[in-house]
């Protein structure tokens, strides 16, 4: 099974900082990584795929960038609303693995 | 409007059974390879079963494989999660989610809580 690390587990930052969450996998997921975003109470939202692909409606603010194993999800100015909790999955092999979830505060 | 919804999540003893519903409706659900992750209150997720379109190939978690059992009824837009012998650690909130292709996850119900207790 491929193993996925997030680093920081809670991040913490101002209104227009820019913050980032990597991921890191136990072996090449060969660039099938996604990111989701979780809101208390709501399901997980798709955000991007295939390493840096913007799921559709996504602001642009939010980026993704990697290969191999390592992979980090950036937003380049923060807003109140990406308060959440973000998950890194590979889904280049079964069984689908999730990050342990970084937890995004707004200071 | 694309949606997933879940239900038949309840309070059941360890070693019952408990069957999950999720229902679609806005895509064509017969030719799309659905999944089930679950979510245990406060921590992450942990994907669980993927379901091919005809029902033919599933593939299951070793946590739940032999214990857990998924279906589809594609002439009623409905996957089921059927589940049996229920622990303590199957106390979760469990999603279906649609495939966007290449085994992607692309769109979430709002999932169902399974609690199992005594």
């Known amino acids: 099974d491929i193993q996925m690390t997030q680093s920081p587990s809670t991040l913490s930052a101002f209104v227009g900082d820019r913050v980032s969450i990597t991921c890191r996998a136990t072996?090449?997921?060969?660039?099938?990584l996604a990111w989701y975003q979780q809101k208390p109470g709501k399901a997980p939202k798709l955000l991007i795929y295939?390493?840096?692909t913007l799921e559709s409606g996504v602001p642009s603010r939010f980026s993704g960038t990697g290969s191999e194993t390592d992979f980090a999800l950036t937003i380049s100015s923060l807003q109140p609303d990406d308060s959440a909790t973000y998950y890194c999955?590979?889904?280049?092999?079964?069984?689908?693995?999730f990050g342990g979830g970084t937890k995004v505060e707004i200071k | 409007e694309v949606q997933l919804v879940e239900s038949g999540g309840d309070l059941v003893q360890p070693g019952g059974s408990l069957r999950l519903s999720c229902t679609a409706s806005?895509?064509?659900?017969?030719?799309?390879?659905m999944h089930w992750v679950r979510q245990v209150p406060g921590q992450g997720l942990m994907w669980v079963s993927r379901?091919?379109?005809?029902?033919?190939?599933?593939i299951y978690a070793d946590s739940v494989k032999g214990r857990f059992s998924v279906s589809r009824d594609n002439a009623k837009n409905t996957m089921y999660l059927h589940m049996y012998s229920l622990t303590t650690d199957d106390t979760a909130v469990y999603y279906c989610?649609?495939?966007?292709?290449?085994?992607?996850?692309?769109?979430w119900g709002q999932g169902t809580m399974v609690t199992v207790s005594s």
């Open positions: 999955q590979q889904y280049n092999s079964y069984p689908l693995t």
């Open positions: 072996q090449s997921v060969n660039g099938w």
């Open positions: 379901i091919n379109a005809g029902g033919t190939t599933i």
């Open positions: 806005g895509f064509t659900f017969s030719t799309s390879l």
């Open positions: 295939k390493v840096s």
């Open positions: 989610a649609k495939d966007r292709g290449g085994d992607l996850i692309g769109l």
